[in-house]
């Protein structure tokens, strides 16, 4: 992301001293410092600053609910963090950045633009050394150790994420960006679309169906008839009289 380009000046949301934004420790009270991208305007801030020293937007709340949560990072095998950022709750592998949405957190986080500002700002903005880079390889889910499904979200983004059908989805470090900068950009609802149409199609084949077995039918139907007919003896009379 374009924020971890230059470092700024920012205050120390613990004694108010000036400190440069790529700092991890402050100066002055040895505080531990880390840097977030504003949900306005993407600047950078220190986590636990009230406000953005550049548009004075309230920063997101980032709260660690479980230092250690109860399942472990797919590729780490480290214990991950449960956080909840704005009301938004994920797991995140302090190691590598990856972390964890369950199904229904995932699905919000696409349909509601303020909480994709805040997970981005929080995740968007630390870079990791130990991010894993985009293979192959199969993961297991962390609640129930299956190996996950790889997919390419939403068919066309070109995101391959891994996703548990029961618990939910997992992104490495920069896959949930690019993810939604690609529903930003319309994708999902252009995907959407063409899925919609594709089940139009659907419908309109099944009724062409409906509409050719009913035809079928009718045919057969008229069929017994006929044999009807041929059986008795006025149908007899009709065959001959007609040439049937
Ligand atoms: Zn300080
Ligand atoms: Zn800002
Ligand atoms: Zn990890
Ligand atoms: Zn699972």
Redesign the pocket.
């Known amino acids: 992301m374009t924020q971890q380009t230059k470092p700024v000046s920012l205050?120390?949301?613990?004694?108010?001293?000036a400190?440069m934004s790529d700092r991890s420790?402050?100066?002055?009270?040895?505080?531990r410092?880390k840097t977030v991208g504003c949900p306005g305007c993407l600047g950078l801030m220190f986590l636990g600053a009230k406000f953005c020293s550049n548009c004075g937007r309230k920063a997101s709340a980032v709260v660690v609910i479980e230092e250690k949560a109860d399942c472990d990072c797919p590729r780490c095998r480290r214990p991950l963090q449960l956080l909840e950022i704005d009301g938004v709750r994920i797991r995140e592998c302090g190691r590598c950045g990856g972390f964890w949405s369950a199904t229904e957190t995932f699905e919000e986080l696409c349909s509601n633009s303020e909480q994709q500002a805040s997970v981005l700002g929080f995740i968007g903005s630390d870079a990791h050394p130990h991010a894993h880079p985009a293979t192959i390889s199969y993961v297991p889910c962390p609640d129930c150790g299956e190996l996950m499904n790889r997919s390419n979200f939403a068919r066309s983004s070109g995101v391959i994420i891994d996703i548990c059908k029961q618990h939910g989805v997992w992104f490495d470090a920069d896959e949930l960006p690019k993810i939604i900068a690609f529903i930003n950009k319309g994708g999902l609802s252009r995907q959407r679309e063409k899925e919609k149409i594709a089940l139009e199609d659907e419908r309109r084949k099944l009724r062409d169906d409906q509409r050719r077995m009913a035809m079928i039918e009718r045919r057969a139907g008229v069929a017994k008839y006929d044999d009807e007919l041929e059986n008795s003896r006025f149908g007899k009379i009709v065959s001959r009289l007609f040439d049937l």
């Open positions: 205050n120390c949301p613990n004694c108010g001293g400190v420790a402050c100066e002055f009270c040895r505080s410092l």
